[in-house]
């Protein structure tokens, strides 16, 4: 299964985007859907995660209450609306695939090819 993301962009800090992440084939209700973000010079930092099966959430502190994750079984698709983005939010966003309930970067094993998000203040 192939990870498809889009929907980044340019935006003015305090606006908002929404990012999508298509699967190729079906999403198992095991899997565990998850964004990450990587800016320049910096680590893959994890930015939430979506338990397929029982569409359960959660966000790094980092953006809560800002970021919120959902999904479209039928689409096999998971999003990341942003809200009140903020210069720091800048980065390229990935969404991968795993099995385990880990905000860990290496316990997911597939990646889709990532979307650039730029935040300007």
């Known amino acids: 299964v192939q990870l498809q993301a889009s929907g980044g962009g340019l935006v003015q800090a305090g606006g908002s985007l929404r990012l999508s992440c298509t699967a190729s084939g079906r999403i198992y209700s095991s899997a565990v859907m998850g964004w990450f973000r990587q800016a320049p010079g910096k680590g893959r930092e994890f930015v939430g995660l979506i338990r397929w099966g029982r569409g359960s959430t959660t966000h790094a502190d980092s953006v809560k209450g800002r970021f919120t994750i959902s999904k479209d079984g039928a689409k096999n698709t998971m999003y990341l609306q942003m809200n009140g983005l903020k210069p720091e939010d800048t980065a390229i966003y990935y969404c991968?695939?795993?099995?385990?309930?880990?905000?860990?970067?290496?316990?997911?094993?597939?990646w889709g090819q990532g979307t650039q998000v730029t935040v300007s203040s």
């Open positions: 991968a695939r795993g099995t385990t309930y880990s905000f860990s970067a290496g316990d997911f094993g597939s």
